[in-house]
Nanobody, 112 residues
Framework: VQLVESGGGLVQAGGSLRLSCVASGFTFSWSAMTWARQAPGKGLEWVSGIYSDGSTYYAESVKGRFTISRDNAKNTVYLQMNSLKPEDTAVYYC???????GGQGTQVTVSS
């Protein structure tokens, strides 16, 4: 299993970013996928998930601001992040649902 996250960066509060995660080594289209994040000095927080049928779920902290989606033809899961806040600053990881992240993650920094 390999998951490669990208798309992070530095953005001002209120801005947007789109994260991508390219998956390989397993049957992506059959798998539920999640995004999680870890802020400095804090534990891992599950942010959002998407099932193989396209149904989605979100943490309350990001509901209405973040949108998860997937493209099974590209083995890719996305996280569109709008109205970013400084408290969204973290390393963002994708993972197969039920498993801990194994990739390098992508850093998101939101300045106030």
């Amino acid at each position: 299993v390999q998951l490669v996250e990208s798309g992070g960066g530095l953005v001002q509060a209120g801005g947007s970013l789109r994260l991508s995660c390219v998956a390989s080594g397993f049957t992506f289209s059959w798998s539920a996928m999640t995004w999680a994040r870890q802020a400095p000095g804090k534990g891992l927080e599950w942010v959002s998930g998407i099932y193989s049928d396209g149904s989605t779920y979100y943490a309350e902290s990001v509901k209405g601001r973040f949108t998860i989606s997937r493209d099974n033809a590209k083995n890719t899961v996305y996280l569109q992040m709008n109205s970013l806040k400084p408290e969204d600053t973290a390393v963002y990881y994708c993972a197969i649902r039920g498993e801990r992240p194994g990739g390098q993650g992508t850093q998101v920094t939101v300045s106030s």
